[in-house]
């Protein structure tokens, strides 16, 4: 027991001291609110993960953001071009049409006259040779309907374009690559007074045949007359256009 | 005695030490948090801002995906659209020839017909405007492209009609002797003016005509002027209208 005694008589000043020292830091530390918090240690890693994730992600979107706005410029360029190229196209579309009604590769209709032509059948003292209908007539009676502003004309259903030929195929003639037979029939777009006159004016080729040789020709005016285009027309393998310089 | 004294003051010093390592840590402790009130709340908050930013940028993502897609859409389609203006140019092309409107040339024939002068000479180009129609015939049945008559563009419109000493094709004055020019193959064109008994022959032997036929590679036909317009004609969708 007196060795307890000793022992705390000799320490107790070291203890005392110590106290002290201990009863000051702590009143240091709340006085100066140093609150020493373990858990500060870790904020501090997650506050840095924290601040890498967000700035990963704001630069991100920046990037994208900047992305958007390039893409958004190149589809409305596109956009611009194609619109372009859709007008032009439109533009050839119609260009296209207009040209067609003039090959003749359209339905029309309008005024114009009928034309029969057929064979004569009934005078016995003509020869063979003279009583029947021939392209060379054909031809020249659709000339003098050309001589009189016929704008479209058609022999039994087959339209006359520029590249139709009328030519004699033993009995029958080939037009357009078809044949057709007597009788003909002509139909013809146009100022029907002045059409009528292939046939009634007396210097005109069909009243020459028919006068002379009897070859059977009737024509009527009409209010409307329909005219079919031509399907196909002949493919062009040789000819090309000249270029406009201009 | 020593010894003691050396393992206090050992042991002073280790504490000091460690003292004074705490005191650092927490001075550079609250160096970087400076003073802010680092609490779970704002935390707490900033993880807020994280996600919110995560949502901002996976919308963005879609966002740009899909504009790609619409880039790449626009540029297919106008690929396409420019595609098919490749054609319809083409199609503009063969019409334009077909119409006979336009300057053309390419290979062919140009075919010259004369008086011959002579004593054979039984017709005259006034009553032999039907030979040159059946010419011309021959020309297309042969696969002709293209015909002009002395300059004068041949269409289904054209009429050939002596007028006085002329002629009157598409209703100018031209005068004989005919210069016909036509575009397509040479060989067949040739061949079907050169047929026994066919235009030539009788142009030639029968009715007294000089035909000279001369081989082109570069026959040049004007256009007979792009507009035609049509007075009693009316393509057949307007009657709907």
């Known amino acids: ?246 | 005695m020593m010894n003691k004294k050396v393992i206090n003051a050992i042991i002073f010093c280790i504490s000091f030490a460690l003292f004074f390592t705490v005191i650092i840590q927490y001075i550079s402790s609250k160096n970087i948090l400076k003073d802010n009130d680092y609490s779970t709340q704002y935390l707490a908050s900033l993880r807020l801002q994280l996600d919110e930013l995560e949502k901002e940028r996976k919308e963005l993502t879609q966002s740009l995906t899909s504009i790609n897609q619409k880039l790449l859409e626009a540029t297919e389609s106008n690929k396409e659209i420019k595609e098919k203006n490749d054609v319809l140019q083409d199609e503009l092309n063969m019409y334009k020839i077909m119409s006979g409107g336009y300057d053309v040339k390419g290979e062919g024939l140009i075919i010259t017909v004369n008086e011959s002068g002579s004593l054979e000479q039984y017709y005259t180009f006034q009553n032999s405007t039907g030979m040159i129609l059946s010419l011309i015939s021959n020309l297309n049945s042969a696969g002709a492209e293209a015909i002009s008559i002395n300059d004068q563009r041949y269409t289904s419109y054209t009429e050939l009609v002596p007028v006085s000493n002329f002629f009157s094709i598409n209703g100018k004055h031209v005068a004989a002797p005919f210069v016909i020019k036509v575009i397509g193959d040479q060989r067949t064109l040739e061949s079907a003016l050169n047929f026994p008994g066919g235009v030539v022959d009788t142009l030639k032997n029968r009715m007294g005509f000089t035909v000279e036929i001369e081989k082109d590679a570069n026959v040049q036909i004007s256009g007979n002027g792009k507009t035609k317009t049509f007075k009693y004609l009316k393509p057949v969708e307007q009657l709907v209208d």
């Open chain 1, 1 to 246: 027991m007196s060795g307890c005694v000793i022992m705390v008589k000799k320490y107790v000043g070291r203890y005392l001291i110590m106290l002290i020292i201990g009863i000051l830091l702590i009143m240091v530390i709340k006085v100066f609110g140093m609150d020493y918090d373990l858990n500060n240690l870790f904020t501090i890693r997650t506050l840095d993960s924290l601040y890498n994730s967000i700035q990963k992600e704001q630069t991100i979107i920046e990037d994208c953001k900047n992305k958007i706005i390039e893409c958004e410029e190149l589809v409305n360029k596109t956009n611009a071009i194609k619109n372009n190229n859709i007008s032009e196209s439109n533009r050839i579309i119609q260009q296209i049409d207009e040209l067609k009604i003039i090959c003749g590769n359209t339905d029309v209709s309008g005024q114009g006259i009928t034309l029969r032509i057929a064979d004569n059948v009934t005078d016995e003292t003509l020869s063979y040779n003279d009583k029947i209908v021939h392209d060379l007539d054909v031809r020249l009676i659709v000339n003098d309907l050309n001589n009189l502003g016929a704008e479209a004309i058609a022999i039994n259903g087959k339209r006359i374009v520029n590249t139709t030929e009328i030519i004699c195929s033993g009995p029958v003639i080939s037009i357009n690559g078809e044949v057709v037979a007597a009788p003909f029939f002509i139909k013809a777009i146009g100022d029907p007074e002045k059409l009528i006159e292939a046939v009634t004016s007396e210097s005109s080729y069909a009243y020459f045949i028919k006068k002379d040789y009897g070859i059977d020709i009737t024509a009527m005016k009409n209010y409307i007359v329909v005219i079919s285009g031509k399907a196909k027309n002949r493919k062009i393998s040789h000819a090309m256009c000249i270029d406009e310089e201009n």
